[in-house]
């Protein structure tokens, strides 16, 4: 099995920048594509970005521009930076992660970012 660790929410005005980090620790050789996703209050939990083992990114339209997944496959971390923070970026965000030969799931706990107006 897979387990994960998120780190780095918080409060942070308009504009500024945070950097969400996801360690993954188990059968870490079997993840295959890590990701963020989020779920702001009263909405569906959506996709902002994800990264698959070999390095392919894809971006929600939302965020394209202003936030960059990358991943250290050495330390097993997947990172979300997050520059040009807007308000309606404030949600829990939720790491997860897509391992093993029957493409298993597993999510993170969330870590809350709230961007101020």
């Known amino acids: 099995q897979v387990q994960l660790v998120e780190s780095g929410g918080g409060l942070v005005q308009a504009g500024g920048s945070l950097r969400l980090s996801c360690a993954a620790s188990g059968t870490i050789f079997s993840i295959k594509t890590m990701g963020w996703y989020r779920q702001a209050p009263g909405k569906q939990r959506e996709l902002s970005a994800a990264?698959?083992?070999?390095?392919?990114?894809n971006y929600a339209d939302s965020v394209k521009g202003r936030f960059t997944i990358s991943r250290d496959n050495v330390k097993d971390t997947v990172y979300l930076q997050m520059n040009s923070l807007k308000p309606e970026d404030t949600a829990v965000y939720y790491c997860?992660?897509?391992?093993?030969?029957?493409?298993?799931?597993?999510w993170g706990q969330g870590t809350q970012v709230t961007v101020s107006s």
């Open positions: 990264i698959t083992r070999g390095g392919s990114t």
């Open positions: 997860y992660a897509i391992y093993g030969y029957y493409n298993y799931s597993r």
